[in-house]
């Protein structure tokens, strides 16, 4: 291998090999989730993206909705992000992308679409410098999801300075012109792509992204005894990519 080729597959080996020391927690207990919201109020006062709070913590009514999986990731024990995992289908849309940005998305779901709606992904400034890579094992929690979820379209809220991470990563495409968006001061933008167009190239790229079926369970899966959260929609159905990769 040459010296090039071995300085360039250097952080994509430390991004592996940091997913062995990952925690993904799925926040079940007050406790839990209070942790999440006072780090998502950190975060957002940190980069200006909202107005100082009294109570410092930063949820909103998505937080406790069925079709919502919030996580925080913790890496030394100690919790260094998080992410919330919302599930969009025809029998269900209520997610905070379709929400803000329905005249998109809407007709995505009326064709019989699965969309994966990763949001608030939002990191302890201090982390992030000390780890790089945090961006990357977080958001990574959007595509396992999609996996598990046998999703047709992955979006992305972001703000404007951040749409060429996704574009890199997840070859996703903005929809849209940054618009208002619930809570922040900040305008946000849609991306989106069509999931299975995109997964293989994906998955050559960042091998970081792939997962087993063990993993997806056991960070999805509803216990037996709660009422099922989604109902998807039978395969096979109409699979019309909303940002085909170009």
Known sequence: MSSTQETTDRPLKRKIGLLDQVDYRLAETEAEKDAIYRLRYRAYLHEGAIEPRADQRLTDRFDDLPNSWLFGVHLDG?????????????????????????????????????????????????????????????????????????????????????RAFYRRLFLQKSLCEPRPYPTLTKPLCLMAADYLSIRDQVFERFPLMRSTAAERRMLFERGDDQSPVINLPEFPFERAPIAPHS
């Not at 919330?84 to 779901?109: G, M, Y």
């Not at 959007?142 to 379209?153: E, H, L, Q, S, T």
């Open 78 to 162: 100690e919790l260094t992000s998080s992410i919330r995992i919302s599930v969009a289908t025809p029998d269900n849309d209520d997610t905070p992308a379709v929400n803000a940005f329905r005249d998109l998305l809407a007709p995505e779901l009326a064709h019989g679409k699965v969309i994966v709606d990763p949001n608030r992904f939002v990191a302890d400034p201090l982390s992030r410098t000390k780890y790089p890579e945090l961006p990357y094992l977080t958001v990574r929690l959007g595509y396992v999801a999609c996996a598990y979820f046998n999703a047709d379209i992955g979006t992305a809220t972001v703000r404007a300075e951040h």
